[in-house]
Structure formats: C-alpha cells, structure tokens
C-alpha cells in the first residue's frame, strides 16, 4: 500500500486519492475511460481541494488583530500533505491540522478532514472542519474537479450542456484580478440547462451565489453524462481554462473578496464562523452515467 496514493474501486467506478492535497488524482467509469483531468501543461492540477480560503484575498493578505499575513489564492491545504486515517477497498480519509507553517499564513487551529468512498458507479466526498480552539474560526472551504470535456474521447465540445435541477435565473458575479466585482451580470442559463462553449469562460469563473440547485448533470450531445450533487455549500463556480480539455464545477462555501475589500480577514463576505468546537459538515458527489437522463430544461 503506497503512502503517496490510494486506489478505491466499486461497481462501475474507480478513483485514486494523493496524500498530497488530498486530491482526486483518477476518476473511471466501467469500461475503464478517465473522466477526469489529468494535469496537463494548460493547468497542472487535477481536483484541488480549497481551503482555508476560496478564490482569492485582496493583495494575498490576511488581516488580522493589527497583522498581516500571507495567503495566496484558495489557500493552502491543495499544497499540502495530508495524514492518512484510514483506507480500505472502498473508502479512504484524510487528515490536516494546523501546525507552524499554517499558523504563519493562516493564524487560527483547525482539524480539516476529507473523505472519499464509492459505490454504485457514484463517488461521495466528505468534508468536515472542526474548530478545536476556544475563539471562532473563519474559514472558507470548496471543491474543484476537473472533468474532462469532452466526455468521450476524439470528440467535439460543441453540444455539452449542463442541466440543472432547478431554474437558475439569478444574476451571476465575475472576477476581476480574481477579485468579485460589484456589478452582477445576467445568468447564461436558460430555464435550467447551459449550452457549454469557452467563450464563456473568457471573463474567467462564472460565479453562481444565490444558486437554486443542489445538482447539475453534465452531458455530451449523445453518450456519457456526470452528475454531481451538493450539501453544505452555498455557491457554485464553473471555470474552464482556454485550450484546456476540462470543465470545473466547483461547489464552494465562500469566495474571493470583493473589489475594494480592505477589513479584517473576520469581516470577509462569505466566510463560515466555526463556534469553539464546532464543526461544519459539507460534501458531494460525481455519479458516472451511461447516458444522460431526460430531464426537462
């Protein structure tokens, strides 16, 4: 058994885990095809976790009691090497607690755990951030899996769609320097469904904050579908890189600054306040499908 990764495996599913960011490296379906990134050149990571902070801090400064401290975009846990708590054929979970160098960019205590379990063609990934101090923790926490797009090998991305559980009307934000702008911008989803094309990824992330569903079927024109399903999150970002071969869709619990945001770090939009042992729960899950299912747009 490898202490750098960990393979599970269930009916119709495989995925492999890395201690280091507790990052979803491998993700197939039955016949055995990749549907996840696979860290090419375009962008060299595969599902990083994010955490303590989501998207960016103003300057890549943290504020607090009179310091400064540095923390760049979406935190550090993706770059850091987690402790293994437990593995079997099917499941796996992963540590990190703060320590010197966490504390030198992010200066509260955390137990930050990560689950990863399969079963019936479906991955379920847990989150679970406990506060083991005696002041309030802030801390922002989200996901970031790179699915491959197009699904099926040799194919155009023309004719992808996202199909949402519910109508999403309500206006989305954009970034700028990674940083939110004020303005909000209408929804590019029509009733439920998103016709994919990268020119709408061209203003980087779309940022959907006040979204209705709690899952989103990815789909090819014909062939293979992902669904992914969400608890515990508040937000939803879909970003794609220029000449990439993937689509992210991100459920968050928090985002990057606002333009303009000069407060402490414990006044940031966004962020969950963990009471002193206290703990916040969230997770999702990627079910790999033959076809997609017919659902009303």
């Known amino acids: 058994m490898s ?3 960990h393979r599970i495996a269930a009916a119709g599913i495989a995925a492999t885990v890395l201690a ?25 990571r595969h599902a990083p976790v994010l955490f303590p902070i989501v998207g ?31 593995r079997s054929d ?28 399969v079963a ?24 970031h899996p790179a699915l491959r797009w197009p699904l099926r090998a040799g194919a155009a991305k023309s004719g992808h769609t996202l199909t949402f559980a519910a109508p999403e009307p309500a206006p989305i934000r954009r970034l700028a320097g990674g940083l939110i ?13 998103l016709h994919l094309d990268e020119s709408l990824f061209a ?43 993937f689509l992210c869709i991100e459920p968050w619990h928090g985002h990057a600054d606002p333009v303009g945001f ?7 939009p966004g962020l969950l306040h963990i009471p002193p042992g206290g703990e916040a729960r969230a997770s999702y899950a990627i079910r790999l499908m033959v076809d997609a299912e017919n659902r009303s747009a």
């Open 56 to 86: 960016r801090l103003a300057d890549d400064t943290l504020r607090h009691e009179g310091r400064s401290y540095r923390l760049t975009q979406h935190g550090f846990a993706r770059d850091r090497r987690f402790r293994w708590s437990g």
């Open 262 to 268: 000069a407060g402490p770090f414990t006044e940031k």
């Open 181 to 193: 702008l004020p303005e909000r911008f209408a929804s590019p989803v029509a009733g439920r469904r």
């Open 120 to 143: 019936d063609a479906t991955l379920l990934v847990t989150y679970s951030v406990h506060n083991p101090a005696a002041e309030t923790l802030p801390a922002s926490f989200g996901a």
């Open 203 to 245: 203003a980087d992330a779309i940022i959907l904050d006040q979204v209705a569903s709690d899952s989103v079927q990815f789909a090819a024109p014909d062939g293979p579908a992902i669904e992914m399903t969400w608890h515990g999150f508040r937000q939803l970002g879909l970003w794609m890189r220029p000449g990439g071969d």
């Open 90 to 117: 099917t499941a796996c979970h992963l540590v990190l607690e703060d320590d010197a160098a966490t504390r030198a960019s992010f200066p509260f205590a955390f137990r930050f755990e990560i689950g990863f379990a």
């Open 20 to 44: 280091d960011g507790a990052e979803l490296c491998s993700l197939t379906n039955a016949a055995g095809d990749e549907m996840l990134w696979q860290a090419g050149p375009v962008w060299p």
């Open 3 to 5: 202490d750098d990764r």
